[in-house]
């Protein structure tokens, strides 16, 4: 087993149980009959994660066969994104490319994967995969659009697993957070389990949204409580959890400093109304195009990094 004790770093074993556990401290979990490792005191279902998983992504994934599968992947540019992706609001897909160039048989931990291609990506790329989520219905489904979608699953380990707990051996040549640091409680205990699970000169990989883009602030704010209708309307949609708030990049290098992180790229993503207004646009048409290009020409290079929808951070672990 990959996992280690929370408390020792033992390698945890399976007992005949099929629970997981530590000699010295006790059990952490169970192993299901098809493998998959469940860590206790993770979400099983009817958490917000599940309601947006199984209702939003089964939409757009529910008949996505291999070649479908082979044209999101394709899709790079906003304007002709899939539709799960820009509904995530990560603008620029595969951006770590830009600095990592294509990752390529490697290992690499995706923490919090959720329902999306990323893990699929890496998998085809010929790369070790551990891929890991609180949230189990989505790991579930994960896996079921693996096979729906005929991607290779041999090199492929899963868990459902808390990132503020897992304690993983320092064997990643990445650690990929994409959108899920802003959904953890503690983010210091995600990201120093993150560091110790990188080998050294391994690099973490992090986009998150930020909570000074003016359209994310007015409905996380809570300056307008108990009148801000509109975060009203977003929480009892499923479309934020309640008390969400996104990541304040200041506040965040500190930490990944503090952790022992060295930063290496911190850039902020230019695409200021695209990542907002394409979700309401088709695919492909002039006008996303044309949102598109003023984000990348004008508004993007005018309009300070404090109110960009998202940054993407890359930091290593240097020792
Ligand atoms: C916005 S989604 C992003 C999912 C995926 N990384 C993507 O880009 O589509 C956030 C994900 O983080 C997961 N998550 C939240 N808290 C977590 C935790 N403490 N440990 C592991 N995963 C967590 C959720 O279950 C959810 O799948
Ligand atoms: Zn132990």
């Not at 509904?87 to 923490?111: A, D, F, H, N």
């Not at 695409?271 to 290009?293: C, H, I, P, Q, Y």
């Not at 990094?305 to 998202?310: L, N």
């Amino acid at each position: 087993m990959r996992f280690l004790c929370p408390t020792c770093r033992e390698p945890l074993n399976k007992l005949p149980s099929n629970r997981v556990a530590c000699a010295d401290h006790g059990e952490f979990g169970s192993v299901e009959e098809n493998g998959l490792v469940v860590f206790d005191g993770c979400f099983d279902e009817h958490s917000f994660f599940d309601t947006q998983a199984m209702e939003r992504l089964d939409r757009y994934y529910a008949h996505v066969g291999p070649e479908e599968f082979e044209d999101i992947l394709a899709r790079k540019e906003l304007w002709e994104m899939d539709i799960g992706n820009k509904w995530v609001g990560i603008t620029e897909k595969y951006w770590w490319e830009k600095y990592t160039g294509r990752i390529r048989g490697r290992r690499v931990l995706e923490i919090g994967c959720g329902v999306n291609y990323i893990t699929s990506y890496l998998l085809r790329s010929g790369n070790d995969v551990l891929s890991f989520d609180i949230c189990k219905a989505s790991i579930d489904y994960q896996s079921k659009l693996l096979e729906q979608t005929g991607v290779a699953r041999d090199r492929l380990t899963v868990a459902v697993a808390n990132a503020e707990q897992v304690e993983l051996p320092g064997e990643f040549d990445y650690v990929d957070i994409n959108n899920v640091l802003h959904h953890i409680y503690d983010k210091r205990a995600a990201l120093e389990r993150a560091f110790r699970a990188l080998k050294p000169g391994g690099q973490v990989l992090i986009v998150e949204p930020n909570y000074f883009y003016p359209l994310r602030w007015i409905i996380e704010t809570d300056l307008f409580d108990p009148f801000n209708f509109l975060k009203c309307y977003f929480v009892r949609n499923s479309l934020m959890e309640k008390d969400e708030k996104a990541i304040v990049f200041s506040e965040l290098r500190v930490l990944l400093q503090e952790v022992g992180f060295e930063i290496e790229v911190d850039e902020k993503d230019r695409n200021f109304f695209g990542s907002f207004v394409l979700r309401l646009l088709r695919d492909g048409t002039w006008m996303a195009r044309l949102v598109f290009w003023l984000d990348q020409k004008v508004f993007g290079r005018v309009i300070p990094r404090y109110f960009a929808p998202f940054e993407y951070i890359v930091a290593r672990r240097s020792a």
